[in-house]
């Protein structure tokens, strides 16, 4: 248990569906992160929160749509996806005097 | 971020120490090594990272060379339960990088099979 939660565990979805994942974190932090694990592929950056305020996005596709209402939960709204989107997402979250980033379980999607 | 270098797979006996390298050869001086794992289908999990001195938690203990070109991960006794795939990543501290967070660059990292 790292203190960051992340729902669904396993999502599958058709490509004109719209679903959201959700994270929250537990830890007091004020920086959360979205990662894309594809199969045999390195872990991949999406966004990047900072207080609440979005300071990266690693060119995602608009399909992909961030939300972070508050320090301690990071949406990440889903539509028209395409079955190549299928992997493993994985929230994170950090303090931003801190180097260590806690991780999520992640939510398995699946696009069909 | 400086790129770092791993073998892709290694194997260890249960109860051995296992010895993780990572090249790191481009690193910069205000660049941390940070080791995180990644046990299958779970997030990635922190396990220790260092400067240049060398560095023990209750996890495993960090090895620089003194020209800060390579380090080596050192899990003491490993268990079944230390395979993973772990990741060697050097990145700026937050307050050197101008403030604020900044995601981690994973590379390919190193498949540990700990042997029965």
């Given at each position: 248990e790292t203190g960051v939660t992340q729902t669904p565990r396993h999502l599958v979805m058709g490509m004109t569906n719209k679903?959201?994942?959700k994270c929250e974190q537990h830890l007091g932090h004020n920086a959360m992160y979205w990662y894309?694990?594809?199969?045999?592929?390195?872990?991949?950056?999406?966004?990047?929160?900072?207080?609440?305020?979005?300071?990266?996005?690693?060119?995602v596709p608009s399909r992909f749509s961030?939300?972070?209402?508050?320090?301690?939960?990071?949406?990440?709204?889903?539509?028209?996806?395409?079955?190549?989107?299928?992997a493993l997402y994985l929230c994170a979250s950090s303090s931003l005097n801190q180097e260590?980033?806690?991780?999520?379980?992640?939510?398995?999607?699946?696009?069909? | 971020d400086a790129k770092t270098t791993q073998?892709?797979?290694?194997?260890?006996?249960?109860?051995?120490?296992?010895?993780?390298?990572?090249n790191h050869s481009t690193i910069s001086g205000n660049e941390y090594v940070y080791w995180y794992r990644q046990i299958h289908s779970q997030g990635p999990q922190y396990i220790?990272?260092?400067?240049?001195?060398?560095?023990?938690?209750?996890?495993?203990?960090?090895?620089i060379t003194e020209d800060r070109k390579s380090s080596t991960l050192i899990l003491p006794h490993a268990t079944l339960r230390d395979t993973a795939?772990?990741?060697?990543?050097?990145?700026?501290?937050?307050?050197?990088?101008?403030?604020?967070?900044?995601?981690?660059t994973f590379g390919k990292g190193t498949h540990l099979i700990i042997q029965p």
């Open positions: 679903k959201s994942l894309k694990q594809s199969a045999k592929k390195p872990l991949e950056l999406m966004f990047v929160y900072n207080f609440k305020e979005q300071t990266e996005n690693n060119s961030p939300e972070c209402p508050n320090s301690s939960h990071l949406f990440l709204h889903l539509h028209t996806l395409q079955p190549e989107d299928s260590t980033q806690y991780f999520g379980p992640g939510t398995r999607l699946l696009v069909l | 073998p892709t797979s290694m194997d260890c006996a249960e109860g051995r120490a296992a010895n993780l390298p990572c220790i990272h260092g400067l240049k001195n060398n560095e023990t938690n209750e996890m495993a203990s960090l090895i795939v772990y990741y060697c990543i050097v990145r700026a501290a937050p307050l050197d990088s101008g403030g604020g967070a900044d995601g981690l």
